[in-house]
């Protein structure tokens, strides 16, 4: 067995060096590119949020408008009570729905914002195993 050179061994270990920082480069540029992806997503993610609660708002508002003429335009006491207990019934009702919906976009739009870094991390676990 012949024994290895100086410089065979220094070859040896600057191309070592070399693909290791190739590699270490390749993940940084993930990474970053999926934190990149991520935030943009995160961005979305809020902007739909805003304009989901916005709408909310605006829905809400002329709910309490209609409700509030409702109200007002009724002549007797019984009639009053019923209604005010239908505005209340749909109150709850409308409420309970609006949450749900606002729960369902909040969870879908914030799970699309973390796809990139999750892309990313199983990507670096399928190359540590390999």
Do not use: C, W
């Not at 997503?41 to 809400?60: F, I, M």
């Not at 408008?65 to 009702?93: C, H, N, S, Y």
């Amino acid at each position: 067995m012949a024994n290895p050179t100086a410089e065979s061994v220094a070859e040896a270990n600057t191309d070592a060096l070399t693909k290791g920082g190739l590699a270490a480069e390749k993940i940084m540029k993930g990474n970053a590119d999926a934190l990149t992806d991520s935030a943009n997503a995160s961005g979305a993610a809020l902007q739909e949020l805003a304009k989901a609660y916005q709408e909310l708002a605006t829905k809400n508002g002329k709910n309490l408008t209609a409700a509030v003429q409702a109200l007002a335009a009724v002549k007797q006491p019984k009639e009053f009570i019923d209604l005010q207990q239908r505005l209340i019934k749909d109150g709850v009702d409308a409420a309970v729905l609006d949450g749900q919906n606002i729960a369902h976009l909040t969870t879908a739009v914030f799970t699309a914002a973390f796809v990139p870094m999750k892309k990313q991390i199983d990507a670096l676990q399928k190359t540590a195993q390999s």
